[in-house]
Structure formats: structure tokens, C-alpha cells
């Protein structure tokens, strides 16, 4: 490990494949050159918002990097050797406690005591390969994570052919696979044998985190304002709004009545939550306007679903809220599944949009109302989506493209590109599609 406050010259991604997110960095710019990354620039260390940390390695397959007041990510796509990461604010990723020491967040759910490989495949159906050494079967996994996340004391799943290239490189400890894709699982990782892996790994989640489909948002017969939130001064909670335990409100934000701050919820300075909102699992930046009604950071849309019914999956990750954000009245944001529902700088969300776990959208984007956007859908900074649009899920919309009204994407939009129509297509072409159709109404028998 490099400090991070040293110039540092990183070799090849191409040998930094599987490291573990989040990324935890105090650098503002960044420039990937004939194969090295050197440092361009560095946050002030003065800044109270910085967090030391030692430097992690950016793989190469993810170009994004979460740190403390920082997210660096990529603003354009790979041209040559070239890669260049211009820095965005993120809300803290730090908390303060009762006595007003910074400290890490926490996190939101406990995680059952490290669990033997051959416990987890009882608990998720599987099979362990047969003649597997007592060593391996007795080895002790910790969490749950992606094919791409996980590590050693992980385990992972395959559930679509889709992912099959990132199961050859997974580094996870152990992997609920189904029969047919055993001999890409790597050597280092024990197979956990199942015709269903994604109801598995609902189960692994449950074993792993028994308390998360039941999420903790404040004590039952306690204050309105829990003793253990931490409250900054110059913050207005008006009369009914609920401050659940460890919860934190910056300085000059303001609590509407009958607005709920959820268990170690953070919301940053100058903030507004207004009425009947509702935060749970998340952590707002600074100045962020929450309107009316809006619930963030609820369970996504997860089932596994089989013949014998739909088992609900756990969701255990988290509503990351970037500053001077905005969200309409009754919109809803789902946490992520395992990773993160980020929501870009400076975004301006209208009312009743529906945002889904895992989706990523960039900064200063505009959605407008009746939008919904699909789990693990990706959209880059300055995107458009139009009234009444919506996107399939797992697909990636460029920088700058435009959605018009009631369209639907159902595969990547380019940077810079206008759809519009059902499945979207370019701008001009959906025009001369409804002209044709328009004449083609219009003319005689």
C-alpha cells in the first residue's frame, strides 16, 4: 500500500482485476496514461472532509472510485491509453457521534458471525463438490457479494450467462453455481452445486443478515428524537418528525413535521426533508431538498421467483444522495441490493418518479415526473428523461442523451444521443416513423 498524500504510479490495470469495492480516496483528479495512473491532484488536507486512507488499486474493469467528499469517475469513454477522472462531491461517508467525534459509518445491518462453507450450503440447498477436503468445508465466509466484489471470505452466485466472464476471475471464496458452469468456477473458489442459484443466494442473504428484512428505523416507546442522534446546531425539527437511533442532521437543515430520519440515517448541512418524508438507509449530502412524501431508501423489487412461490430477497444496501440534489414529492428511491442507489450532483428528480435498487445516475441530470427507471440501470451525468419514460433494467444511457416523453430504452443509449418512441430509437428516425404513419392514415382508398 502507497499513502495516498505521496505521488504514486500505479502499473497495468490489466493486473489489478478483483479488488473489493468501495474505494476509499482523497484525490481529485486522476489520469490513466500509457498505463500508469499517476496522481494529478489532491484534496486539501486541511479540509475537515477528508478522510486518510491508504491507497487502493483501481481495477480495471471498474473506472469509479467513492471517497469522502469525492467520487471520481470516468468522463469519457476509453480513447487509446487515455482515461481521464474528474472529481464529484458525495455526501460524507463518515458520521458524527454523540460526542462529535468522525468516525466511519457503521452501516446499517448486522452481519451474523463468519460461517463455514459447508453451513452455507445447507442453508442455501446446495451440494458441496463431492471428495471436497474437510479444510475447504470447514472454511469460514464472512458476507455476501458480486462475482466481481467478492473476496476470499465471500461467497458469490451465477445466475445468468451474462456474468459467465466475470465467474472465471471471481475471487470469492466459495460460488452457488448450477451444474453446467462448475468447470469455470476457479480453483481457488469452492462450487456450491443448485438448480436455482439466485434463490440461493436470497437464502445466503437471509443467514448472512437475519434482521434485514425487518430494518430497524427507530425504537419502540422512545422519543420523538432518540438520545443517541446527534443533532448540529442551528437545525429545526418541526413538531412529529421522527429522529431514529445514531441518526445525524448537519447544521442549518431543517425536519419537517412528521418527516422520519431512519436508523443512522446521515443527512448533510442546509438540507431539507420535507412532511410525511421518509430516509431509511441512507446518507445525504449538503443543501439536498427532499419534498413531500418521498420515500428513500426502502427495499428494492427483489424475489427469487420459483414454481413453488416468490422468496423475497434481502436488501442490504444503501440511498447514497449527492449535494444540492432535489426530489419531487412521492418519488421513491429503493436501496441497492448489495451495492449502492447513487444519485448524482446537482440531479433534479420531479414528483412520482420511481428510481430501483442499484440504479447509478450521474450529475445534474433532469427527471422528469412519472419516470421509472430499472434496477442496475446506469445513466451519465447531464441525461434527460423525459415524462413518463422508463428503461429496462442493467442497461447504460451516455452522457448527455436525451429520453423524450413516454419513450422507452430497452438497450444502451450513447453519449450525446435524442431517442424517442417505444423500443427508443434515434430522434429523427421516430419523427419520420410517426410522418410515414401520419400519411399513411391520411390517404384515400
Known amino acids: 500500500m502507497v499513502p495516498l498524500r505521496r505521488l504514486i504510479e500505479i502499473l497495468s490495470p490489466l493486473n489489478l482485476r478483483g479488488l473489493r469495492p468501495p474505494y476509499f480516496v482523497t484525490l481529485q483528479q486522476f ?7 499517476k496522481v494529478l491532484a489532491q484534496s486539501d488536507p486541511s479540509d475537515g472532509n477528508a478522510v486518510t486512507r491508504p491507497w487502493i488499486a483501481l481495477p480495471k474493469r471498474v473506472f469509479s472510485l467513492y471517497g469522502h467528499g469525492y467520487q471520481l469517475t470516468p468522463a469519457s469513454h ?29 452501516g446499517f445491518f448486522d452481519r451474523a458471525a463468519p460461517i463455514a462453507i459447508s453451513e452455507v450450503a445447507k442453508a442455501t440447498a446446495a451440494t458441496l463438490p463431492a471428495g471436497l477436503p474437510d479444510e475447504l468445508a470447514s472454511r469460514r465466509l464472512s458476507d455476501v457479494r458480486t462475482l466481481a466484489d467478492a473476496g476470499p471470505d465471500d461467497v458469490a452466485f451465477l445466475d445468468n450467462r451474462k456474468y459467465l466472464p466475470l465467474l472465471s476471475e471471481t475471487r470469492a471464496g466459495a460460488c452457488l453455481v448450477t451444474p453446467a458452469f462448475v468447470e469455470r468456477v ?43 442522534a446527534h443533532i448540529e446546531p442551528d437545525c429545526t425539527i418541526e413538531p412529529g ?23 443512522r440515517v446521515y443527512v448533510g448541512r442546509d438540507s431539507y426533508i420535507g412532511p410525511q418524508a421518509t430516509l431509511q438507509h441512507a446518507l445525504l449530502g449538503n443543501r439536498v431538498i427532499i419534498h413531500a412524501g418521498a420515500r428513500i431508501g426502502q427495499d428494492g423489487f427483489g424475489f427469487a421467483m420459483g414454481p413453488d412461490g416468490h422468496l423475497k430477497v434481502p436488501q442490504i444496501g444503501r440511498v447514497i444522495i449527492q449535494d444540492n ?38 450529475r445534474h441530470c433532469v427527471i422528469v415526473a412519472h419516470t421509472g427507471i430499472s434496477g442496475s440501470t446506469e445513466l ?27 419513450s422507452h430504452p ?35 382508398d
Not at 489520469?31 to 495512473?37: E, V
Not at 440461493?200 to 437471509?206: D, E, K, Q, S, T
Not at 442549518?252 to 422520519?260: C, D
Open 31 to 37: 489520469q490513466l496514461k500509457s498505463q500508469r495512473l
Open 78 to 106: 476509453l480513447s487509446g491509453t487515455i482515461v481521464r477522472l474528474v472529481a464529484r462531491s458525495v455526501p460524507p461517508l463518515r458520521y458524527v457521534g454523540n460526542l462529535g467525534a468522525p468516525m466511519d459509518h457503521p
Open 186 to 228: 476457479p480453483k481457488a473458489t469452492v462450487p456450491l452445486l443448485t438448480k436455482r442459484p439466485y434463490h440461493g443466494f436470497a437464502l445466503a442473504l437471509r443467514t448472512f443478515y437475519p434482521q434485514a428484512l425487518w430494518p430497524r428505523v427507530a425504537e419502540p416507546g422512545s422519543a420523538n428524537i432518540d438520545p443517541s
Open 241 to 263: 418528525a421522527i429522529i431514529g437511533p445514531q441518526a445525524s442532521i448537519g447544521r442549518g437543515s431543517r425536519i419537517a413535521a412528521g418527516a422520519v430520519i431512519g436508523y
Open 325 to 362: 440534489v432535489e426530489i419531487g414529492a412521492n418519488t421513491t428511491i429503493d436501496r441497492g441490493a448489495l451495492k449502492d442507489t447513487v444519485i448524482g450532483e446537482g440531479t433534479k428528480i420531479d414528483n412520482l418518479v420511481q428510481i430501483g435498487h442499484n440504479v447509478c445516475i450521474g
Open 380 to 406: 451519465g451525468d447531464f441525461v434527460v428523461m423525459g415524462g413518463q419514460s422508463g428503461t429496462v433494467g442493467h442497461i447504460k444511457i451516455g452522457t448527455g442523451a436525451q429520453v423524450a416523453g413516454a
Open 410 to 444: 430497452k438497450d444502451d443509449i450513447p453519449a450525446g444521443a435524442r431517442v424517442g418512441g417505444t423500443p427508443a430509437r434515434p430522434l429523427r428516425q421516430w419523427g419520420r416513423e410517426l410522418a410515414a404513419l401520419t400519411r399513411l392514415a391520411k390517404r384515400e
